[in-house]
């Protein structure tokens, strides 16, 4: 059975960085991905950012999260990291990873979340000026 456990959240001022953390066991597919959403209060949960693994990780993003966002694998560690640099006040919200077995041909699919079926607890961060 496929695990998630999220850390790293916290409360940070605008302009700053978090890395969180998402590790992961269990997990015995050749293809998968790891993707992180986040839910502010009063709003849908929405996708930031994915890592498609089929040997080779292909990192998918968000709009509002490209070019601050940083998702990656550390095999050793059976993490799937997401470091957030530049942080806003809309950036605020839950953060919760998730997992599925997942395919190429899926990828419009990656960042959202119902593609998935594996989730974490997740893990707060605020960012407050």
């Known amino acids: 059975e496929v695990q998630l456990v999220e850390s790293g959240g916290g409360s940070v001022q605008t302009g700053g960085s978090l890395r969180l953390s998402c590790e992961i066991s269990?997990?015995?597919?050749?293809?998968?991905?790891v993707a992180w959403f986040r839910q502010a209060p009063g709003k849908a949960r929405e996708g930031v950012a994915a890592?498609?693994?089929?040997?080779?990780?292909?990192?998918y993003y968000a709009d509002s999260a490209e070019g601050r966002f940083t998702i990656s694998r550390d095999r050793t560690k059976n993490t799937v990291s997401l470091q957030m640099k530049a942080l806003r006040s809309d950036d605020s919200g839950t953060y919760t990873c998730?997992?599925?077995?997942?395919?190429?041909?899926?990828?419009?699919?990656?960042?959202?979340?119902?593609?998935?079926?594996?989730w974490g607890q997740g893990t707060q961060v605020t960012v407050s000026s």
């Open positions: 998730a997992a599925e077995n997942c395919f190429y041909s899926d990828s419009a699919r990656f960042l959202r979340p119902a593609y998935y079926r594996r």
């Open positions: 269990g997990l015995t597919w050749i293809e998968y991905c």
């Open positions: 890592l498609y693994h089929n040997g080779v990780s292909s990192p």
